[in-house]
C-alpha cells in the first residue's frame, strides 16, 4: 500500500472542497500534524480516520486508497449519487441538462 499515494489523493480532495489541513483535521478529530504527516506519506492511517476523511471529503473510501483510474462505473454513479443527494428538483433538472449537454460533446470528440 503506497501511503504517499493515498495522502496525494487526500490533498486532491481537500483542495477541490476549498478546505485547509487545519479544517480537514478538525472535522476528522485529529492533529494539524498528523493530518500533514498523512497527506505526506509520512504516517500511516488507521481505517476509523481514512473513512472519517472519506466522510468528510464526500468520496468514497476507495476513491482515497486507489487510483481513480481502476474506480468502477458503479462506484462512480454512487459518487455522483451522494453529490445530487441534497438538490431539489429544479437543480436536479439543470444538472441533468448539463450532463446530456456533456454527454452529447464527449460522444462528439471520443
Avoid: W
Avoid at 47 to 73: C, G, H, Y
Amino acid at each position: 500500500m503506497n501511503y504517499f499515494e493515498i495522502g496525494q489523493r487526500i490533498r486532491k480532495y481537500r483542495k477541490a472542497m476549498g478546505l485547509s489541513q487545519e479544517e480537514l483535521a478538525e472535522k476528522t478529530g485529529i492533529s494539524v500534524t498528523h493530518m500533514s504527516h498523512i497527506e505526506t506519506g509520512n504516517t500511516k492511517l488507521s481505517l476509523p480516520v481514512l473513512v472519517k476523511i472519506a466522510e468528510t471529503l464526500q468520496v468514497s473510501s476507495d476513491a482515497l486508497l486507489f487510483d481513480n483510474t481502476s474506480a468502477t462505473k458503479n462506484t462512480i454513479l454512487d459518487e455522483i449519487t451522494k453529490h445530487l443527494a441534497d438538490c431539489n428538483a429544479s437543480q436536479l433538472m439543470i444538472i441533468s441538462d448539463i450532463v446530456k449537454s456533456a454527454c452529447t460533446a464527449l460522444n462528439k470528440y471520443l
